[in-house]
């Protein structure tokens, strides 16, 4: 963006990592200094403060014990799952045995679904076994299953406009190969065979659907994830192959041969199951009721262990949270961290928070959620409205630029999936875009593990939310459009 970032990352490096230390050297002068510097948003101690939480993230944080706990102890904990409520004790406990404030459930009821048994195979012209896993909310086959030919299409598109001729009675296939990002930018495109996709083939006439998986990986785990049944549209079992058994699938239709698959799923819903958001906060000084939400999804898919989605992002806002109270100087406002439950189904967490916070969200000065893995933080932006919102992000990116993380010019609204609902209901957000591009090999199967993660990768992450969510909730800065008052 347009300030001297080089500049004021020199001035806050040359400051010692202490606040004490700070107080004892020259205040009068870093004052005068910063009174002549438009970038001037947050006061020298905060940016001190801010400096040495990085330095201390970066030396080494709690968020890979606390990721590591939650994946060995809970393990998988699918939205509305006896598993997810299991999480959401391990969190009650670990948030109040860190000794943060306001420790506590909100509850909400939901529809769940729950996998049973998958399983798909190519009985014509080659008879093998398939690598599949049921679509999240798919309907279950006849218990003995379902056969019919396949009918191929390359994309989605190309599935929209095929002819119902062409698909009734059949499963079918889309491929929509996912392509490999740093900032995963593609999965909102190809996601949408996913979720649109088993709508779309059942209009057009088909019994049962198969996607190659969403994701980039060349392992034998297929990828699941949410699917979205239209209520217009009759409800067909959907599955993910692994992406070689979609490369297997094409080879074979390749060679001309007509292909017949068997495949079944069971699966049940389960009406009005339980979830909830587990939140803690380190209350404000002076503004108690303004609050900056960081956080995570508690719950994951039902696969893996949720490691890379989203248990390294409860490790990195957790950690981040514990590094602010250890430090032992309360933030003028509060910072709120919330695990949102039920998030893989449709950010059903993150409504219900909107919902139960709507007479309070004009209080919610910014936030952001840790939902991209644990790879390496390498860029932030930020939607601000305001001239002082611009400084005090010109503040953070400068104390961030030493760990790698350079300022974005754009300032859409973004910071996570669980913001959405907040975006729509007008809070600010802030993100910290990380390097994805071994997420999409991982996020959704049964590879997510803690093993794919790195306590150093974490440590930058918890650097980067605890210096924003520090400087922010510090200071008086409003990011919408009014300016704030400076009291
Ligand atoms: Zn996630």
């Not at 001190?48 to 998988?76: C, F, N, Y």
């Not at 509850?107 to 048994?117: N, Q, V």
């Not at 999240?136 to 003995?144: H, Y």
């Not at 919610?364 to 611009?390: I, L």
Request: hydrophobic fraction near 40%; charged fraction near 25%; aromatic fraction near 6%.
């Amino acid at each position: 963006m347009k300030h001297g970032y080089e500049a004021m990352s020199t001035f806050i490096h040359g400051l010692k990592p202490s606040y004490l230390q700070l107080k004892k050297c020259s205040l009068a002068l870093l004052l005068s200094t910063l009174a002549n510097d438009t970038l001037a948003a947050a006061s020298p101690e905060s940016l001190a403060h801010a400096v040495m939480l990085r330095d201390r993230a970066m030396a080494g944080s709690t968020a890979m014990q606390i990721v590591t706990s939650l994946t060995t102890e809970v393990g998988p904990r699918l939205a509305g799952s006896e598993a997810e409520a299991r999480a959401r004790d391990w969190a009650l406990a670990l948030l109040n045995e860190k000794g943060f404030a306001n420790v506590r459930n909100e509850p909400f009821e939901m529809d769940a679904w729950r996998r049973h048994a998958e399983g798909a195979e190519i009985l014509a012209p080659f008879p093998q076994p398939l690598a599949v896993t049921a679509l999240g909310g798919s309907v279950p086959t006849a218990k003995s299953g379902m056969t019919a030919e396949l009918v191929l299409f390359e994309t989605l598109d190309d599935l929209k406009r095929a002819r119902p001729e062409s698909v009734e009675g059949r499963i079918a296939y889309v491929s929509h190969a996912m392509q490999r990002t740093q900032d995963g930018s593609s999965y909102g495109y190809f996601n949408e065979a996913r979720t649109a996709g088993p709508s779309i083939a059942a209009g057009k006439g088909a019994v049962g659907y198969l996607i190659r998986s969403v994701g980039t990986d060349s392992h034998r785990f297929p990828h699941t994830g949410s699917l979205r049944y239209d209520a217009d549209a009759p409800r067909i079992p959907a599955l993910a192959l692994s992406n070689p058994d979609a490369d297997q699938i094409e080879r074979i239709a390749a060679g001309g041969e007509r292909i017949r698959i068997k495949m079944n799923v069971d699966s049940s819903a389960v009406p009005a199951a339980q979830s909830g958001n587990v939140i803690a906060e380190i209350p404000g000084r002076e503004r108690p009721d303004e609050i900056v939400v960081i956080g995570a999804h508690l719950d994951s898919w039902d696969l893996g262990t949720g490691a890379v989605d989203d248990g390294a992002g409860v490790g990195i806002t957790t950690a981040a949270m514990e590094l602010i109270k250890e430090a032992g100087l309360a933030p003028r406002r509060t910072i709120r961290l919330v695990l949102w439950g039920a998030e893989e189904v449709g950010l059903l967490g993150a409504r219900a928070y909107r919902e139960r916070h709507a007479a309070s969200l004009e209080q919610h000065v910014m936030g952001s959620e840790s939902d991209f893995g644990g790879g390496r933080v390498w860029k932030v932006t930020a939607d601000s409205k305001t001239e002082q919102g611009d400084q005090l992000f010109a503040d953070i990116a400068a104390v961030l630029a030493r760990i790698g993380v350079a300022p974005g010019s754009d300032d859409l609204p973004g910071g996570g999936p669980d913001l959405y609902p907040l975006i729509a209901a007008g809070v600010p957000t802030l993100r910290l875009h990380q390097d994805g591009r071994d997420y999409f090999d991982l996020h959704h199967t049964a590879d997510d593990t803690v093993d794919k993660l790195d306590a150093a990768s974490l440590d930058q992450n918890v650097a980067a939310f605890a210096v924003f969510a520090w400087l922010i909730a510090d200071s008086h800065v409003s990011f919408r459009g009014v300016e704030a008052s400076d009291s």
